[in-house]
């Protein structure tokens, strides 16, 4: 059974759990699709603008493991203390390290790492966590711009998935990273 937990924006407010596998990505690149339909259910909210997660968000998924959606980074329409509340929150929140199994990176497949995808990256791997970079909406492209985006934009890069949350391809191949780490 999958079930919310809580919002919350403080380290004190933040549930005490084991495992957690953490969603994070720009605004706009299909974040909130992608939990729901990982999850086959509504858990995140879909905006019809970009940005409105401002809370982290934690959902208890059967009891095996914690799944937290954090709020999407890279969004223009912040005020300058939006921007300083939020780096203070993911700080808080990534300074959880021993709880964070696999960080879920989600990318937009027609346009690659953005330069906040690769300050992100890079925030990850500083802090040494596990991540895996999914790059979404690959169902805007045909055969051949995927191909050419893969060579184009993802080069190298191993620990990496092409799905379509809205046609709900290769959504399993997530699913096996997750169970890999949570195991």
Not at 14 to 33: C, H, L, M, Q, Y
Not at 50 to 73: Q, R, S, W
Not at 134 to 148: C, E, F, P
């Amino acid at each position: 059974m999958i079930s919310f937990i809580c919002s919350a924006v403080k380290k004190d407010s933040f549930p005490d759990t084991e495992k957690e596998i953490v969603f994070v990505g720009r605004s706009n690149v299909g974040k909130s699709s992608l939990i729901n339909c990982l999850y086959n259910q509504k858990l995140a909210f879909v905006g019809k603008t970009p940005g409105k997660t401002k809370l982290i968000n934690f959902f208890n998924i059967n009891d095996e493991y914690t799944a937290v959606d954090v709020p999407g980074y890279g969004y223009a329409r912040r005020s300058k203390q939006e921007a300083i509340q939020f780096g203070e929150m993911m700080d808080d929140y990534f300074s959880r390290t021993d709880k964070i199994r696999l960080v879920i990176m989600i990318v937009d497949s027609r346009i690659g790492l953005t330069q906040d995808d690769e300050d992100m990256r890079a925030f990850l791997e500083n802090r040494e966590l596990n991540y895996l970079i999914v790059a979404n909406k690959i169902d805007k492209l045909s055969n051949n711009q995927l191909m050419n985006n893969k060579n184009r934009y993802f080069k190298g890069i191993d620990n990496i998935v092409f799905v379509s949350a809205e046609k709900r391809k290769n959504i399993d191949q997530i699913h096996d990273y997750i169970n890999k780490y949570i195991r």
